[in-house]
């Protein structure tokens, strides 16, 4: 296992933990654990696709899905639980 990118500045919420694996050739995968024992995966922890990091150009991207790199992004319009951005219309970001 590979250890979080320099200067990542998320922490895990509550019962949640990252886990960093090689994905491709100059990718590594940012996986977010959730530690309940769920019923539909015999009792163990699932997880779910944070994003995706370029360590040699120091970037992140948000995931297509959990084989497909998607876009880069800023770090610092990621959250916690995934780099995925939010898109927000005028009066949903009024509300925020």
């Known amino acids: 296992m ?5 200067g990542f500045p998320h922490i ?3 019962g949640y933990s ?3 694996e ?5 990718y590594s995968a940012i996986w977010l654990r959730h530690h309940y024992p769920y019923i539909y995966s015999g009792g163990e922890s699932v997880r779910t696709i ?4 370029k360590a040699k150009t ?12 998607g876009q880069k992004v800023r770090i610092e319009d990621t959250r916690n639980y995934t780099s ?8 949903e970001a009024a509300f925020l």
């Open 2 to 6: 590979i250890e979080l990118p320099p």
């Open 12 to 14: 895990a919420p509550e």
């Open 18 to 20: 990252y886990e960093v």
């Open 22 to 26: 090689e994905f491709k050739r100059g």
């Open 50 to 53: 944070w994003g995706f990091y």
């Open 58 to 69: 120091d970037e992140y991207y948000s995931p297509v899905n959990s084989k497909t790199v």
């Open 84 to 91: 995925m951005p939010i898109h927000l219309n005028p009066l």
